[in-house]
């Protein structure tokens, strides 16, 4: 592929020699001459006369930055991505059905889907055209897998649950295992927890992405709902009766508890949380290992976390907070001077 072919593809300037030959792409520091890389992060900047790459991708401000080949565009990093795309496309497999998966009789299939090694499909599944169900997969009755959905490897799926289109659901990811859900019932002194039947789904749209050891945890009454276009990383809890809209993003190790409704281009960052029952507003960032105790009502950044220091400064700080109540009753109760 050449600089030519990419500007054709992926639109933007072209700059310089559009017939460098192109193999793939690299970061600014390690991409060779046969590679493509990208300038988006301004902290950069000062690598780009020292890359050895063989075009590079960049915005407007940064386009006489540099002598290399180049293709100007409004958006770098999500040029960049498409530019990933087209030299790795996705692996091709094989139709049909590997004899050691076990099928129920009404289970649906489509002829062009690829069903691996161990896979168990239960009664009612329907699976979408193009499908891929990788190996070890386990999916329960009335499950629906839409078309061109692929299942890494190893992926759970409990009854009556669908996901649509184009989907990726990462190795080891459980979707619609029970919420976690128990009614306390001590009045006798010998009580206990009593099981809620968690009765609704998980109904995951199109175009989505689940990390790798993710678990989406079935509605109580109501169904577990995720948008359009969600992306969610590794080893992330979503609770019963959670609503993610569209274009949201989660990032790894985040727990979200149950009954949250999220909204639409939220994006939330590796290690925070979020207690039950509330809600965040559209467009709203929840920076890392942030906890969120109360709903979000206006876009924008949010962060709760304490930064990084030494730990003597942090007890120190720790003490300080510890006092700030007592501090600020006795302002309020101090003598003002006349």
Request: charged share 15%.
């Amino acid at each position: 592929m050449y600089m030519r072919d990419l500007q054709k593809i992926l639109g933007g300037d072209a700059v310089g020699e559009v017939n460098q030959p192109l193999t793939g792409v690299g970061t600014i520091r390690s991409a060779t001459s046969t590679q493509i890389t990208f300038l988006a992060n301004q902290r950069y900047r000062s690598d780009l006369s020292s890359s050895r790459a063989g075009a590079v991708i960049l915005g407007n401000a940064d386009r006489d930055l540099t002598p290399l080949p180049r293709l100007v565009v409004a958006n770098p990093y999500a040029c960049f991505a498409r530019a990933a795309q087209l030299f790795n496309p996705p692996a091709l497999y094989a139709r049909g059905i590997h004899p050691s998966a076990i099928i129920h009789a009404n289970a649906q299939v489509a002829e062009s889907a690829s069903v691996a090694e161990y896979v168990s499909i239960g009664r009612g599944t329907v699976i979408g055209e193009g499908a891929r169900i990788g190996p070890g997969c386990i999916l329960s009755d009335d499950v629906w897998v839409g078309a061109h959905t692929c299942l890494v490897a190893r992926v759970t799926i409990y009854a009556r649950c669908t996901i649509g289109a184009r989907g990726i659901v990462h190795a080891g990811a459980v979707i619609g295992a029970d919420g976690f859900g128990f009614a306390p019932d001590f009045s006798a002194g010998d009580g206990g927890w009593v099981k809620i039947p968690q009765v609704g789904r998980v109904v995951i749209g199109d175009d989505c992405e689940i990390g790798a050891n993710t678990s989406i945890d079935r509605g109580a009454i109501d169904d577990t709902v995720v948008g359009n276009d969600v992306k969610i990383d590794n080893q992330v809890q979503v609770g019963h009766n959670c609503v993610i809209g569209d274009h949201t993003i989660i990032s790894g190790c985040v727990g979200i508890a149950g009954t949250t409704t999220i909204g639409r281009r939220v994006m939330m960052g590796g290690g925070s949380g979020v207690i039950g029952h509330l809600e965040i507003c559209d467009d709203a960032i929840v920076s890392a290992m942030t906890l969120v105790t109360k709903s979000i009502t206006e876009p924008g950044m949010y962060t709760g976390s304490m930064p990084l220091m030494k730990h003597g400064d942090w007890l120190r700080n720790v003490v300080h907070v510890r006092r700030l109540g007592a501090l600020a009753e006795a302002i309020k109760n101090a003598a003002i001077p006349k």
